[in-house]
């Protein structure tokens, strides 16, 4: 009871709940002037702002709210009021809501609200690691669903017999998508007697999860239409019911300078979302900012000195967590946090190893 209380007075001291109360009345106050939508652009990041400040305040005062209830409940137990089992189910919601917030605050970099891009690559290994492309495709999607974030499948390429060669998916319409997500980021490695080895052998396979923020017309990402061109081709293969077999299918090439060492590199998007070709290349033209936009912030970290302590370079090799299907265990390697409940975690059950990341790697406020 007494950790309860305590952490919520600590939020609403170190969230300064008070400023961001006079900070949301002065903000929202913006929103009524009379000119205020003869700027859309700006008036959506206004309304952005005002959103944002108000999903603390209210983020606090659910705490407030749950942990007043369960003062209330410890002292009608003391009466004979209450049972035991009804205070200790006001305390689980309590003590979710101050984690749930706690976690939260450790997402400071203001990417963290963001929408997600998350692409995932199969590696070597034929039918098996594009077996395993595709159950973490789902899990993504499981945790997706029981989070109430909205999955668009960008692009899908099948593979050869079983799972995916790669898949770019869209996550959007709820909280940090991008601040959750970014833990993923690098390589995933199955162990697993394979259904696809005729010997029953344990087989080693893995995977790339790329994540970056997704972004929106109230950012401003520079495009040089002189390293960009395009092409169109037929879509194939099982992308979802949206995706028609005529000429919708668009390619995107852009031809990136490393501002550091002026080396060029060809970014590559190919979207079949929609039947609309336009629609398609609007989109594919997001997902190039939204990549733009992830390396310049790669960079601002950096040279920040705020990039995670020991995070690991994304390449085979340098996996950020194992999945051994036999030993029923899942580890991940920078934080060591670790589970037998493999088939929860492969449900989309992976919310402790995100909670273990962020707090393993918090990043320091900008300010």
Not at 86 to 115: C, F, G
Not at 258 to 277: H, K
Not at 321 to 335: A, E, M
Request: proline residues 2%.
């Amino acid at each position: 009871m007494k950790d309860v209380m305590q952490r919520a007075d600590d939020l609403h001291r170190y969230l300064d709940i008070d400023r961001k109360q006079i900070e949301f009345e002065e903000e929202d106050l913006r929103t009524q002037a009379p000119d205020f939508w003869e700027d859309p652009k700006r008036a959506q990041v206004q309304m952005k702002k005002v959103k944002d400040i108000k999903r603390w305040i209210d983020g606090y005062q659910q705490v407030r709210t749950l942990a007043d209830e369960l003062q209330l409940a410890f002292d009608f137990y003391h009466e004979d009021m209450v049972t035991e089992e009804e205070v200790d189910e006001d305390y689980s919601k309590a003590i979710k809501a101050i984690e749930d917030l706690e976690l939260k605050n450790m997402l400071r970099q203001k990417e963290d609200p963001m929408d997600a891009v998350l692409k995932i690559n199969s590696g070597a290994g034929g039918t098996e690691a594009q077996d395993w492309a595709g159950m973490l495709m789902r899990m993504y999607i499981r945790w997706c669903e029981a989070h109430g974030y909205k999955v668009t499948i960008a692009d899908l390429q099948d593979g050869d017999e079983a799972g995916i060669k790669s898949v770019t998916m869209e996550i959007e319409h709820g909280e940090y998508a991008y601040g959750f997500l970014k833990s993923e980021n690098g390589v995933h490695r199955l162990v697993r007697v394979s259904p696809f080895n005729a010997q029953g052998k344990r087989m080693t396979s893995f995977a790339s999860v790329f994540v970056s923020p997704l972004v929106d017309d109230t950012i401003e990402v520079y495009v040089d239409p002189a390293k960009l061109s395009w092409d169109t081709f037929r879509s194939s293969g099982a992308g979802g019911q949206n995706v028609n077999k005529v000429e919708s299918g668009v390619r995107l090439r852009y031809w990136y300078t490393d501002p550091d060492t002026g080396e060029e590199e060809e970014i590559l998007i190919e979207n079949t979302e929609t039947r609309d070709q336009p629609k398609n290349k609007e989109k594919a033209m997001l997902l190039l900012k939204s990549q733009l936009y992830d390396r310049a912030m790669k960079k601002r970290l950096e040279a920040q000195a705020k990039i995670e302590a020991g995070k690991k370079k994304i390449e085979w090799g340098s996996q950020i967590r194992s999945y051994v299907f036999d030993d029923r265990r899942v580890k991940d390697h920078r934080t060591n946090y670790q589970t037998s409940d493999v088939d929860g975690v492969m449900d989309g059950k992976i919310d402790d190893f995100i909670k273990a990341y962020l707090m393993e790697f918090p990043v320091a406020d900008e300010n």
